[in-house]
């Protein structure tokens, strides 16, 4: 459901070059509706844009516009950029919901000779005078090779 936690399951394992699709939902809460733009900063850790592009979607019920992504390199962490801008009433009070989704490709880090790496996906959303919460997954194993990591270990 939009607004709540979503998780990924324990019996899917993911591969270097995999496209994995992510979804993220700003949703207001607030008293009034939001009328100043929204910009998100995602830092993507160990993957990459992939071939057939980020393949963008806004979905805001014709409440906002969204921008092209720019996007960046630091490490190997990519880091894409966009901005949310209200049309009209805004994002609604009270259960009001924008929605963008793209995709990205898992990549391992050069020189990729280890079995198995981690891909992080964190974005920053930012505003007016608003503060909102960052938006982060927990480091999740992919396999670049050989035999699956064990789901148990504790990351350092």
């Given amino acids: ?37 929204v910009t998100i900063t995602d830092t993507l850790g160990n993957m990459i844009k992939p071939a057939g592009g980020w393949q963008v979607s806004y979905s805001c019920g014709g409440t906002c516009t969204g921008s092209a992504v720019d996007e960046s390199q630091y490490a190997s962490s990519k880091i894409i950029k966009f901005t949310l801008t209200p049309v009209g009433k805004g994002l609604a009070k009270t259960n009001g919901i924008w929605s963008f989704t793209f995709k990205a490709q898992l990549k391992a880090p050069a020189p990729a ?44």
């Fill in 1 to 37: 459901a939009p607004c709540s936690p979503q998780s990924i399951s324990d019996n899917y394992l993911f591969g270097d070059g995999d496209v994995v699709t992510f979804r993220i939902d700003l949703c207001n809460t607030g008293s009034g509706n939001l009328k100043t733009p």
């Fill in 113 to 156: 000779n280890q079995p198995y790496y981690r891909f992080t996906n964190c974005a920053k959303p930012t505003t007016a005078g608003i503060t909102i919460p960052n938006l982060c997954i927990p480091a999740y194993p992919f396999v670049r090779a050989g035999t699956p990591p064990n789901k148990y270990e504790i990351a350092p």
